[in-house]
């Protein structure tokens, strides 16, 4: 009995990914919950399980190609009779439920329902229960050539609703864009369905939206539209250039920025304190047996003043619920570390990072940050974050003007410590000094919360002591 496994959409609501590597071959045995794949969302790379114990038929996808959500990628050959043909409608049920579903979890297959996969929903099923598959690869030069074992047999061919060259258009469906783009066009009043998508795949993109809005989508005003600066003629010389694919965590990260820079509108605020002492009680911590095995930076101190700061002002860690028409303000802090990884940027957040003590924090700073770099942080990790910090001063960097993640109220950027000539007891000394930047959300946060919230973190740095005046 052959089933088949379709792309489950991993619970971000998106609508593709890509398939980093296979982790099976054709003829491998596998069991339940076993590791079959690793794919790559636009937030993080995910290892995909498989939902049945038996083995691998056919691996309809190479590494390297992007697949929308409800496409076959893989057949399993499972033991037992054949109980009415392949699961694949099916999508091979949800996340932790093994193998077949029972009746009650099975959508209606008909008048385009959602078939249920591993989370949430996955491609629409057309009349007469087959789901219309529609993939999307990777440019000629960048794809893989098929295989045996892969995507290249007539039974794979037959199951495409439109040849990739010339996909014919899905009736009633929407068009596909991203969220951010979406925004954009209700709020330039552009009607999506009228718009011919220039993305990749069809994809509408903010330049799509710009050009029908009769906008400029020149953003760096070197006035040149999208179309013309497609026709600008190529540099002499080969190998002057490298095109690499704006996909996965790039492409997510670039559109959540542009996102909170023209949704968001920001205020930065700067403070220069001394923060000898702070440096002073961390090298006491570093001694001491207590907090022997634990790597304590000055992040870690910085990230339990944040938290206590933002206790006095809560407002910097409340988020603008536009639908809602609410200010939502958390009584809990989800605290955001911007990591830089060699997948670019990523901001998981410590869940409930009030609660911790500091020893707690600074476990949880080290395996935030060796997941990430790891390339193993979780979809779940980089959700729900309240307010962040980004650690500029490891690259020597003393200040700059952090953008918001997408959703927040603030986010603080720590510069480098420096030994600096310093006004000290009525007289210059040389004190190690940092300067601290914040960024805010103005409709969120006022001048003075956010005045009063970077001025607590700064007392709290420069004199430890000044936290029992807080708490």
Known sequence: ???????????????????????????????????????????????????????????????????????????????????????????????????????????????????????????????????????????????????????????????????????????????????????????????????????????????????????????????????????????????????????????????????????????????????TPTMELLAKLKAARAFAGYKLTPLTLVAKALCIAAARQPSVNSRWDEAAGEIITMNYVNLGIAAATPRGLMVPNIKDAQDLSLMELSTALTALTDTARAGKTTPAALSGGTISITNIGVFGIDAGTPILNPGEAAILAMGAVRRQPWEFNEGIALRQVMTLSLSFDHRLVDGEQGSRFLADIGAILSEPGMVLTMI
Request: aromatic share 2%; proline share 8%.
């Open 1 to 275: 009995m052959i089933k088949e496994f379709r792309l489950p959409d991993l619970g971000e609501g998106l609508t593709e990914s890509e398939i980093v590597a296979w982790k099976v071959a054709v003829g491998d045995t596998v069991a339940l919950n076993q590791v079959i794949a690793e794919v790559e969302t636009a937030k993080a790379v995910v290892e995909l399980p498989s939902p049945y114990a038996g083995v691998i038929a056919k691996l309809h996808e190479q590494p390297g190609t992007v697949v929308e959500v409800g496409s076959p990628i893989v057949s399993f050959e499972l033991p037992g009779s054949d109980d009415g043909g392949s699961d694949g409608a099916a999508g091979g049920g949800r996340s932790s439920v093994v193998g077949q579903e029972s009746s009650a979890e099975r959508v209606e297959t008909t008048g385009a329902k959602r078939i249920p996969t591993l989370v949430g929903y996955g491609a629409e099923v057309e009349k007469g229960g087959r789901p219309a598959r529609r993939r999307r690869t990777l440019p000629s030069g960048d794809r893989p050539e098929p295989s045996a074992d892969a995507g290249g047999s007539d039974d794979a061919q037959t199951q495409t609703s439109a040849p990739v060259a010339a996909p014919a258009p899905v009736a009633a469906e929407r068009p596909r864009s991203t969220p951010p783009v979406r925004k954009l066009a209700k709020d330039l009043g552009v009607e999506l369905t009228a718009i011919a998508g220039t993305g990749r795949g069809g994809l509408i993109v903010r330049e799509d939206v710009l050009a029908a809005a009769d906008l400029s989508a020149d953003p760096n005003g070197l006035g040149l539209a999208a179309e013309g600066a497609a026709e600008l003629p190529a540099p002499a010389g080969a190998g002057r250039e490298t095109r690499t694919p704006i996909k996965g965590i790039r492409k997510h990260t670039a559109a959540a920025m542009v996102s909170s820079a023209f949704t968001a509108p920001h205020v930065s605020e700067f403070l220069t304190i001394d923060v």
